[in-house]
Structure formats: structure tokens, C-alpha cells
């Protein structure tokens, strides 16, 4: 089988500080895999860095294409890879308001990224963001509402169902539950696991919060100091941790 | 269909000042398609934490335990995913689920990740549910609300939804009033007598009579004995 | 008339102009930076298309300006008054007999020919800016040909008013590439825009000049359970009966009586002129 996504080697570094270093993994299709590490270890960088969002300062990030196979996406062509980041990848970002459009229509957020590849008909485009809000939990009568008339979880639902609308294969999560409520945090989780199953999708999920974690993520990746100090399946990661960091970590967390 | 070649696990508590604490040294076991192994052992000897190894929830220090041709003290956190989802099923001592989710979805889950198709799924689940005596109008609530018996109950119910070729049972027996522990057992034996590989901890010695081919002590692999 | 360079601007100016347009010209739709310069009118009043007009203007030249269709709006009178001084050239008020044309939001209804040059007044010229403020990501936009946000804003239409309810400027395809903003023109206008003469767009206060050459392939954004209409008032022109011009509502009393008249006053008096007559057709001229 081959890889999702390969990426070798990755490095970006800010100035001569080390935002991320020699980070190394492979993505199987339905994979989902989680990053954890605490407030500057460098798992945004990362996750950005893979994401197109920022160029890394050396590496590889190969991805399957539908189209040509694995192809590396740090030094294909900038349209290719925005036209790659609206169809075949998603990315959720921790705000909503990073990720939505405020000041257009529910329905026209879920509609950009199919009016983006070439979608011209009305009825059919309002049919499916009526179809996705339903699959994410929001009232179809909210279609014409704009996010910012939304709660924060809703936000965030309506955030999900923009980026997935297009059924892309990958989907880079940075702390999708940040900042939610407990209650509404479940209920998101439960949604995206849903989603994943029924969708196949892979997923690179990056949190600080590792009862997520252990929900969503077959596998995990601590980071600590912008390099990787332990990977594993998720359970073994959490149950028995092998790296001092990962042991502190996982110890750290207060227990309900 | 599992077999473990001196096996060993210790923890190293790097915040404690690297303590090393050995658990387990030279595990050697063999088990046939069909066969049912009981662990014995006190308190503490390692029983669980053997389960744990072979289940690939504990890194194994070294030695090797393969469980359907796939080394789990290897393997790739995938391969090990997959083993969990097509060979090898276990019946934990405590119910881990998503809130919000269904029991009826809890325990036809194992089927759905197989690609069993949704309705065939459902229906496995609910008989599974009603052998057990789960009331139906708890079906559509999540277990999370559940007392300890029930939830123990679904946990059992979802282990055995799957006709697994390999599986770990941890207490399947424990607190279980004696209709409910009679039905366990029989699907015990129902699993055995279609092939099933099955290691399995029982407080309860009467049912450990009635399943279990053989037994292990697990107090033979802990690194005291040993040296 | 010696005291000014002709038609205002310095040689070099114009040159630096000329370049922009037909770099406009050669890539149609395409928003060409130039370097702008400060004109003796506060900019909304055409500055941009003044500046266009001056780099294409040559003492041959019959010069025409407009405004909404008319002739004789301050806006159009101030234009014709200052090319007369500036440049000498002649002036007209008839389609027909003008080269070169200024124009502030309207196509003039006569249809124009390859001997003609139409010279827009811009005020924005990017149509995706109400959507996307930042000009780094539209220019990144439009060099990626990334227009689904454009549609975007015609979806939002639908959904809010059951139909694409924008008017004017509305936004068009040029020869299957570039999105561009065709300036205020009543979406009505759009048809005409394949036409035999040549249109430049001067945006002065954004620096921007882009181009259509003749025949180009001008579409108008829609879908395909929407399609886009060229509307007008429901009306025949009150003053010559024409059905097919473009027409303002014009109100006439406080009781609220009304009438509608062609926007382009050339077209209209050409039309009574040879004997057309509206409602009010004798009464009001």
C-alpha cells in the first residue's frame, strides 16, 4: 500500500531558532494520527509546515495524488498546491473565524470550495451545504445565517463542513476542540470520528489535549523542543510511555 | 495462533529518578486455534499487564509476541491496528467509549469496522444486547449512564460481536449474576468451537473449570522467580 | 492652447500610459499598475479615464464624453470643456461622428465600430475586493485563476434576494481568463461589451488601466439554474418610444408621476429627430 503522505526530513527553522527538526513519519490512507507536545514544541510549525502554510526549510512532503501518484508539495507549483489544498485537503483551524468566511452566508462557506472547482448550479450547491449542515448537526433553516449569528461549537461545525464538502483525503486539524466547552467538545469529537470512518479520511490532528487524542487518533507523535521524542499507537503511547517527556506528560494530566 | 517467545517488560520512570521496575522476564507461551488458556496468578503477578503486551498496549522490552503472523512488539502502529480490528479482540475490564454514542452503535461498532453492512451489523448487536439481558430501551442511550454491571454487559457484548480468531478476556466473569455469567461462558465456548485462540484471567474458578484447556502461571515469568 | 502640453499631460506621461494600455491590450482583463498622476479634478470625477483619454487622444480626434448616457451632466460638460482647452480637439455630442468616447457607467446604445475607442471611468477595479480585502491575495487570485469567491458573491445574491441581484458592475470573464470588473455599467451594458471598438478602463485613484480589444470574448458571470439576464425597466422611452434602449426613471411631480426616458440622450434625439415619439413625446422636448 502506499503512503498518503510521506514526509521526510522536515525542517523549519525562524531565524536560528528551530521551529521544527527532522521530523519523519508516513500517513496511511484512514489513518489518523494525533500531535501532541506542549505550547512552543513545535507541532503547529509542523503541521503548518505540511499544510503548504509555511515553506520548510529543507524536507519532503510527498503526497499520493489522485492525478500522478505521490508527489512532493514543498516543490510543486503554487497552484498546484492551492488547487490540492481546496479539493484532496482540508485544513480546520483552532478559530473558527480563521477558517469561515464571517461575513458570507453558512450556505455560501460550504459552497465556496465547490463553486472553487468549477460548480455552477445553484440548486444543486445549496441542496449538498443544506446536506452537509444536517451531517453536521446544524438546523437547515441556518443556511442563510452568518457565522457570526453562531455559538463557537456551531462555528466550528459549520468549519468542518466547509472544509469537507469536497470529500478531501487528508485533513490537517489544528486544536479543532480549543476553546469549546466540555459538553460541546464531545459532541464535536463524536461528529469528526463519524466523519472519518464513514468518509475514510486521514488526518493529522495536532493537541494539546490528549484525552482527544485517545479518542481520535490511531497514533501519536510527541513533540518537545521542535523534534520528535516518541511515536506510537496511541494507547501505548498514553498507557505505557516509553520517553521521560512523554511520561511527564502523561502524568501530568488530572484525572476525573 | 499466538505465541510469545521469551518475552520482557519493565517500566523506566524517568521522573523518579530512572527507576527501572522489571514486570515480566522470559514469557513463553503457545496457543492453537480453539484452545482456551487460563492466566493464574495472585494480585500483582502480571496478569494483566501480560494481556496488555499481547494486546500491544505495553511495548514489549523484548522477545517477540506474535499473534496471527504479525509481531506485535514490532510491528507498525497500523499493522497493529489492523490485527486489532480483523484478529485479535479484547474484553477489557472497563468500558471506553465516545459519549453520546448509542450502545446499540457501541457494540455493533467492531462489525462496522470490518465493513459489515450497517443493518446486518445492528441486528448482530441487538441479539448479542438481548442475550445478555440489556433492557431494549437502554439501546438508543449511551452506556456511558450505565450502572457497573451493564456497562460490563455492553463491553461484552461489543468484544463478541465480532467473531475475532484471537481473543483476550479480562474478568469477562466478574460481577455477573449467574444467568448473565452462564451466557458469557456459553459464548466462550461458542468462540472456542469455531477456532477461536482465547486467554483469559477468571477470579471465578468454577467457570475457569468449565473453558479453560489449560492454565499458566504468570508468577513463573516474574523476574524474581526467574533469578 | 500652446501654454498646455496637448491634452494636458506631459509627453512622458503619456507614454508611460500608452505602454500600460497596450500591455492592457495585448492581456485582456488583465489590471495593468500605472503610475497614476494627480489631475485638476478631485479623483471620482474620472480621473482615471482622463488620463486614458489624454494618452489616446491625437489632434484628429473627435471626442465625445458621457455620463449615465448624457451629454450635458456637469461631469461630461466639465471632460469635453477641458480636452477642448487642452488638446484643441473637436468635440461632438453624436456616437457616430466621435473617435474617441468617455464614458462614466454606460455603453452608448448605437452600436460602435472599429474606428472607435470607448474610454471607461473606474472606480474599483477589482471586482473580488468586497470579498477579499487584501490586494496581495486577489492579484494571487487572479494569477491563479482562482474565481470561486466571485461566485461566491452571486450565490449570496440568490440566497438573499431569490435572484442575482446585482445590477451593475457586474462581473464578467474575458476571453475565458481574467475576471474583470467592467465598471458601474447597468449589467444590461454587458451584451455589448463584444463589440468592433476598442474599451480601455482607467482607474486613477487605484492606478489601474485594463483593455478590451475588438471582438473579445466578454462573458457574464451566472448559473446555469440562473443565468444571467441583461434587464431593463419595463418601459418604452416616454420622449421617442424606443423598447430596446436603456431608460431612467425620472420623477416629475411631488404627487409622484413619473416617466422613463433613454439614458442616452444622443440615441433618443437622434431618435425624434427622425420622427420616433414616446408618451410624452411632444410636450416634453
Not at chain 1, 503526497?63 to 497552484?79: I, L
Not at chain 2, 480453539?34 to 493464574?40: A, F, I, K, N
Request: glycine share 8%; hydrophobic share 40%; net charge negative.
Amino acid at each position: 500500500m502506499t503512503p498518503l503522505l510521506q514526509v521526510k526530513n522536515i525542517k523549519k527553522l525562524y531565524g536560528a531558532r528551530i521551529g521544527c527538526t527532522d521530523v519523519t513519519f508516513d500517513l496511511y490512507p484512514g489513518e489518523v494520527m494525533g500531535i501532541v507536545g506542549e505550547s512552543g514544541s513545535g507541532k503547529s510549525t509542523l503541521l503548518n509546515s505540511l499544510a503548504g502554510h509555511l515553506a520548510p526549510d529543507c524536507g519532503e512532503v510527498i503526497f499520493d495524488t489522485r492525478a500522478n501518484g505521490p508527489v512532493d508539495t514543498v516543490t510543486m507549483s503554487e497552484p498546484e498546491r492551492r488547487m490540492l489544498a481546496r479539493t484532496d485537503w482540508a485544513f480546520v483551524h483552532q478559530h473558527a473565524r480563521d477558517g469561515l468566511r464571517m461575513s458570507v452566508s453558512a450556505g455560501g462557506n460550504i459552497g465556496e470550495r465547490l463553486m472553487a472547482v468549477g460548480d455552477r448550479h445553484y440548486g444543486s450547491i445549496r441542496e449538498r451545504a443544506a446536506d452537509w449542515l444536517g451531517r453536521v448537526e446544524i438546523s437547515e433553516n441556518r443556511i442563510d445565517d452568518r457565522p457570526s449569528a453562531f455559538s463557537g461549537g456551531m462555528q466550528q461545525r459549520l468549519q468542518i463542513a466547509r472544509n469537507l464538502v469536497t470529500g478531501p483525503r487528508l485533513v490537517f486539524m489544528d486544536e479543532p476542540t480549543g476553546g469549546l466547552d466540555v459538553s460541546v467538545q464531545a459532541r464535536l469529537l463524536d461528529l469528526l470520528r463519524g466523519l472519518v470512518r464513514e468518509m475514510g479520511l486521514s488526518a493529522i490532528i495536532v493537541t494539546h489535549d490528549l484525552a482527544v487524542v485517545r479518542l481520535l487518533a490511531d497514533r501519536l507523535m510527541v513533540m518537545k523542543d521542535g523534534r520528535v521524542v516518541e511515536t506510537g499507537l496511541t494507547d501505548q503511547v498514553l498507557d505505557d510511555p516509553q520517553h521521560s517527556y512523554t511520561q511527564l506528560l502523561v502524568s501530568s494530566v488530572l484525572q476525573v | 495462533m499466538i505465541e510469545l517467545n521469551n518475552v520482557s517488560k519493565s517500566f523506566i520512570l524517568h521522573n523518579q529518578g530512572g527507576a527501572v521496575i522489571p514486570v515480566m522476564q522470559n514469557a513463553t507461551l503457545c496457543l492453537k486455534p480453539g484452545e482456551c488458556v487460563g492466566l493464574t496468578g495472585v494480585s500483582g503477578a502480571g496478569k494483566s499487564t501480560l494481556m496488555r503486551v499481547i494486546y500491544g498496549n505495553y511495548l514489549a522490552a523484548s522477545g517477540s509476541v506474535v499473534v496471527g503472523g504479525v509481531d506485535v512488539a514490532k510491528a507498525e502502529p497500523r499493522e497493529i491496528l489492523a490485527l486489532r480490528r480483523e484478529t485479535l479482540g479484547y474484553v477489557s475490564q472497563f468500558l471506553r467509549v465516545v459519549p453520546r454514542v448509542p450502545t446499540l452503535d457501541v457494540v455493533a461498532e467492531p462489525l462496522l469496522a470490518v465493513g459489515t453492512p450497517v443493518g446486518q451489523a445492528r441486528d448482530k448487536a441487538a441479539s448479542l444486547l438481548a442475550q445478555l439481558n440489556i433492557q431494549e430501551r437502554l439501546w438508543g442511550l449511551s452506556p456511558t449512564t450505565f450502572s457497573g454491571g451493564e456497562q460490563q454487559r455492553v463491553n461484552i457484548a461489543r468484544g463478541f460481536a465480532y467473531d475475532y480468531p484471537a481473543m483476550l478476556l479480562d474478568e469477562p466473569t466478574a460481577s455477573l449474576d449467574a444467568q448473565n455469567r452462564a451466557t458469557v461462558l456459553g459464548l466462550i465456548e461458542t468462540a472456542k468451537a469455531r477456532g477461536a485462540a482465547i486467554i483469559g484471567i477468571f477470579h471465578d474458578e468454577s467457570a475457569r473449570a468449565q473453558v479453560c484447556d489449560r492454565f499458566v502461571d504468570v508468577s513463573a515469568f516474574s523476574p524474581k522467580a526467574a533469578a | 492652447m500652446s501654454d498646455y502640453s496637448f491634452a494636458y499631460l506631459d509627453e512622458q506621461t503619456k507614454r508611460m500610459i500608452r505602454r500600460a494600455i497596450l500591455k492592457g491590450l495585448a492581456v485582456p482583463g488583465y489590471q495593468v499598475p500605472f503610475a497614476s498622476r494627480e489631475m485638476p479634478m478631485p479623483y471620482g470625477w474620472g480621473t482615471g479615464g482622463v488620463q486614458v483619454s489624454a494618452a489616446t487622444l491625437t489632434p484628429d480626434d473627435t471626442l465625445k464624453v458621457i455620463d449615465q448616457g448624457a451629454d450635458d451632466t456637469t461631469n461630461a460638460v466639465s471632460i469635453r470643456k477641458f480636452f477642448e482647452k487642452t488638446a484643441g480637439v473637436d468635440t461632438t455630442e453624436k456616437t457616430a461622428e466621435a473617435s474617441v468616447i468617455q464614458t462614466r457607467h454606460r455603453i452608448p446604445e448605437a452600436e460602435l465600430t472599429e474606428d472607435q475607442i470607448l474610454v471607461y471611468q473606474v472606480p474599483i477595479p477589482e471586482p473580488l475586493r468586497f470579498l477579499e480585502p487584501r490586494e496581495s491575495e486577489t492579484r494571487k487570485m487572479h494569477a491563479l485563476e482562482e474565481y470561486g469567491l466571485m461566485h461566491v458573491k452571486l450565490y449570496e445574491d440568490i440566497s438573499q434576494h431569490g435572484a442575482i441581484a446585482t445590477a451593475y458592475a457586474y462581473p464578467v470573464k474575458v476571453e475565458g481568463r481574467y475576471v474583470m470588473d467592467p465598471s458601474p455599467i447597468p449589467k444590461f451594458d454587458n451584451p455589448k461589451m463584444e463589440m468592433a471598438a476598442i474599451q480601455l478602463f482607467g482607474a486613477g485613484r487605484e492606478q489601474r488601466i485594463y483593455a478590451l480589444p475588438p471582438y473579445t470574448q466578454v462573458v457574464s458571470l451566472d448559473f446555469e439554474d440562473y443565468p444571467f439576464e441583461a434587464s431593463k425597466a419595463d418601459h418604452p422611452c416616454d420622449l421617442c418610444g424606443a423598447e430596446d434602449s436603456y431608460l431612467d426613471e425620472v420623477i416629475l411631480d411631488d404627487a409622484g408621476s413619473r416617466m422613463f426616458v433613454c439614458s442616452d440622450t444622443d440615441y433618443c434625439r437622434s431618435r425624434r429627430e427622425a420622427g420616433h415619439s414616446g408618451r410624452l413625446g411632444e410636450e416634453a422636448v
